[in-house]
């Protein structure tokens, strides 16, 4: 019931930085659970943040927690992953998420945008 279309990737060197941006339409933004996904060429789906409906409670995996800031706009009806001190295992498409559950897993959303490519060169 929510559409989402993520912008922001690109390319960048290490040590470099990223803001992703989730544009949502539909009127079930603020009711829902944001996440952001990352796939990796090879590598299975993987979780990277989770955030409330009211911004206020997030969640990291331990690869990214410390580099990287979710957070959202209900105003506006966007979420925003924010990349800092980028690193080349950061390199792959990255999806944003909505959904009623709040998880770590694909299965906890039921909305997913079309992905935005991030490359991090050496």
């Known amino acids: 019931q929510v559409q989402l279309v993520e912008s922001g990737g690109g390319l960048v060197q290490a040590g470099g930085s990223l803001r992703l941006s989730c544009a949502a339409s539909?009127?079930?933004?603020?009711?829902?659970?944001m996440g952001w996904f990352r796939h990796a060429p090879g590598k299975e789906l993987e979780w990277v943040s989770s955030?409330?409906?009211?911004?206020?409670?997030?969640y990291y995996a331990d690869s990214v927690k410390g580099r990287f800031t979710i957070s959202r706009d209900n105003a506006k009806k966007t979420v925003y992953l924010q990349m800092n001190s980028l690193k080349p295992e950061d390199t792959a498409v990255y999806y944003c998420?909505?959904?009623?559950?709040?998880?770590?897993?694909?299965?906890?959303?039921?909305?997913w945008g079309q992905g935005t490519q991030v490359t991090v060169s050496s």
């Open positions: 998420a909505a959904g009623r559950g709040f998880g770590i897993t694909p299965t906890a959303y039921d909305s």
């Open positions: 539909g009127r079930s933004f603020s009711n829902s659970n």
């Open positions: 955030i409330n409906t009211g911004g206020d409670t997030s």
